[in-house]
């Protein structure tokens, strides 16, 4: 009788055993499969982020006019942030456009990629944007990372 329990006892602890090697075994599997989706996810987003900010540079040469040698205006278009948006899978940027002669500048947060406008500001003289300057970039601020989220709705092109 004492074998036969001797022999029970040694096989629930063979089993109980069994058990928790074979836990650590598949814990640490998923563990190693959470850890490389989120490399992956990372190494994506990085990715989209330098995307954007290559984009964000071609707009700002491809929306600023020289007009001084004809007569007109000439456009200064910089962008002064730009990030990856996973809501809207695009660019979302702050763009600020001076025009020279006229002395105004106009702020937007847009998808440069699609065109889709978001809202923005306008500064008529530059001493009115420099009165404005902390409610401007309050107003912004929050529509830029409205945009990024998904939250704010695009109002036109």
Do not use: W
Not at 8 to 28: E, H, Y
Not at 46 to 62: E, P
Not at 123 to 135: A, H, P, T, V
Not at 136 to 147: K, T
């Amino acid at each position: 009788m004492s074998i036969a329990v001797s022999l029970r006892k040694s096989s629930i602890f063979l089993l109980i055993a069994v058990s928790f090697l074979g836990g650590a075994i598949m814990g640490g599997g998923v563990d190693e499969l959470r850890h490389r989706s989120a490399q992956a996810t990372d190494r994506a987003a990085f990715s989209a982020k330098l995307r954007c900010q290559r984009i964000g540079q071609k707009y700002s040469t491809d929306h600023s006019t020289d007009g001084a040698q004809i007569g007109l205006p000439t456009l200064m278009t910089s962008v002064l942030k730009v990030d990856y948006s996973l809501a809207s899978h695009s660019c979302i940027a702050e763009t600020a456009v001076q025009t020279t002669g006229l002395n105004s500048v106009t702020y937007q947060i847009q998808n440069i990629v699609t065109d889709e406008l978001y809202g923005g500001e306008i500064c008529k003289d530059l001493n009115d944007c420099d009165k404005r300057s902390g409610e401007i970039n309050d107003r912004l601020d929050a529509l830029f990372a409205g945009a990024i989220a998904g939250k704010a709705k695009p109002i036109g092109r």
